[in-house]
């Protein structure tokens, strides 16, 4: 996998005088052989979550509030990508294997991220490789 493999799919929105209604995932979307993890998780302004990389490992995320910008570092190549999320992009990103990650708050209030991972945590296995990138 490179970073040419990261995904971001725009998510299809349907509005009525209640609110929205989006699908994160779909059984299109993922390999569901065996099912992984789905996690939500807060950034304080200005702190960053991540700066990490799975080796065998794909993640999805989604900020449903708030700004973040989530950087990408491919490990083979080092080539990089930036990827601006907010409640309003709607916008889900599918991170590959050996894909290093980062998300920074780079808005005023809490940002929360709604996540999919591949496999659940393991802490025998975690397949977490920390290294700093922002």
């Known amino acids: 996998m490179s970073i040419k493999d990261v995904e971001v ?5 349907f509005s ?7 699908e994160f995932l779909r059984r299109e979307h993922v390999d569901l052989s065996d099912f992984g993890q789905i996690y939500m998780t807060t950034a304080y302004p200005g702190k960053v979550k991540g700066n990490h990389y799975h080796r065998r490992k794909v993640e999805w995320f989604c900020v449903i509030r708030g700004e973040g910008k989530l950087v990408l570092k491919d490990k083979n190549t080092g080539e990089q ?16 294997a050996n894909i290093l990650h980062a998300i920074k708050n780079v808005g005023q209030d809490t ?3 709604l ?7 393991n802490e025998v296995d975690p397949d977490t490789y920390k290294e700093e990138l922002i």
């Open 111 to 113: 940002l929360y991220l």
């Open 16 to 22: 009525d005088e209640r609110g929205d209604f989006f």
């Open 81 to 96: 990508k930036i990827i601006n999320m907010n409640e309003g992009s709607k916008i889900v990103v599918k991170i590959p």
């Open 9 to 13: 799919r725009k998510l299809k929105v």
């Open 115 to 121: 996540a999919y991972i591949s496999e659940p945590y």
